[in-house]
T-cell receptor
Framework: GQQVMQIPQYQHVQEGEDFTTYCNSS?????IQWYKQRPGGHPVFLIQ?????EVKKQKRLTFQFGEAKKNSSLHITATQTTDVGTYFC???????????FGSGTRLSIRP | DTGVSQNPRHKITKRGQNVTFRCDPI?????LYWYRQTLGQGPEFLTY????????KSRLLSDRFSAERPKGSFSTLEIQRTEQGDSAMYLC?????????????FGSGTRLTVV
C-alpha cells in the first residue's frame, strides 16, 4: 500500500537558522498537504500542493512538490521559537481518497 | 460553528471495557475521517465517511472498532473490549472539496488511556 516517509525525524536548530524537512512517497501522489502540530495539539493544515513542480510560499515557509509528484519539501528560513512543533506531510494517491501521513519531523529551537 | 468538535477530550478506561467517542464536524463538510495517533508517530488512517456512507475502513482496524455517521452529520467511534494497545489519541477530521482538492480540519482529539 501507499507509504509516506519523512526525514529527518528530529531537527534541533539555533534560532535564526534554516530548517528543511523532506517527504517521499512510494507511489505517485495526486496532491500533498503539510500540517503543523504543536506539542500537545492537533495537526493544523498549512498548505496543499497539487501540480508537478509546484512551489508555494507562506512568509518564511517554502513548500515544493517534485516533478514526479512523489516527493515534497518544506523549508523554513530564519527559524523563530514559534516554529517549534512537528511538521507532517500527508499525501493522497487520488483526489477522492484519504490522505496518508508521514511520520513527521520534530523541530526544536535553541533561543 | 468554529471547527471540529470531539468529545470527550480524555478517557481512561479499564481493559475490556467498551468506549465511544463522538465527533461533530464542520457543518458544511461532507467528509469525515477518523485517525489514530500514538506518541512520536503520524496520524494513522482508520476510516472515513462521505455523508452517511462509510467509504473505506483500514485493514489495520480490528473488528472491535466500529464507526457510524447515521445522518451524515456527527460520527461516533466505538471500541469494544479495549486493550492496552488501543491507548492513543483518536483524531477526527472533516473536509470539503475546495477549488482543486480537499483540505482537512482536525479536531482536538480524544486521548484514550486503557489501564
Amino acid at each position: 500500500g501507499q507509504q509516506v516517509m519523512q526525514i529527518p525525524q528530529y531537527q534541533h536548530v539555533q534560532e535564526g537558522e534554516d530548517f528543511t524537512t523532506y517527504c517521499n512517497s512510494s507511489t505517485t501522489l495526486s496532491n500533498i498537504q503539510w500540517y503543523k502540530q504543536r506539542p500537545g495539539g492537533h495537526p493544523v493544515f498549512l498548505i496543499q500542493l497539487v501540480k508537478s513542480g509546484e512551489v508555494k510560499k507562506q512568509k518564511r515557509l517554502t513548500f515544493q512538490f517534485g516533478e514526479a509528484k512523489k516527493n515534497s519539501s518544506l523549508h523554513i528560513t530564519a527559524t523563530q521559537t514559534t516554529d517549534v512543533g512537528t511538521y507532517f506531510c500527508a499525501g493522497s494517491s487520488s483526489s477522492a481518497s484519504k490522505i496518508i501521513f508521514g511520520s513527521g519531523t520534530r523541530l526544536s529551537i535553541r533561543p | 460553528d468554529t471547527g471540529v468538535s470531539q468529545n470527550p477530550r480524555h478517557k481512561i478506561t479499564k481493559r475490556g471495557q467498551n468506549v465511544t467517542f463522538r465527533c461533530d464536524p464542520i457543518s458544511e463538510h461532507n467528509r469525515l475521517y477518523w485517525y489514530r495517533q500514538t506518541l512520536g508517530q503520524g496520524p494513522e488512517f482508520l476510516t472515513y465517511f462521505q455523508n452517511e456512507a462509510q467509504l473505506e475502513k483500514s485493514r489495520l482496524l480490528s473488528d472491535r472498532f466500529s464507526a457510524e455517521r447515521p445522518k451524515g452529520s456527527f460520527s461516533t467511534l466505538e471500541i469494544q473490549r479495549t486493550e492496552q494497545g488501543d491507548s492513543a489519541m483518536y483524531l477526527c477530521a472533516s473536509s470539503l472539496r475546495g477549488v482543486l482538492e480537499w483540505s482537512y480540519t482536525f479536531g482536538s482529539g480524544t486521548r484514550l488511556t486503557v489501564v
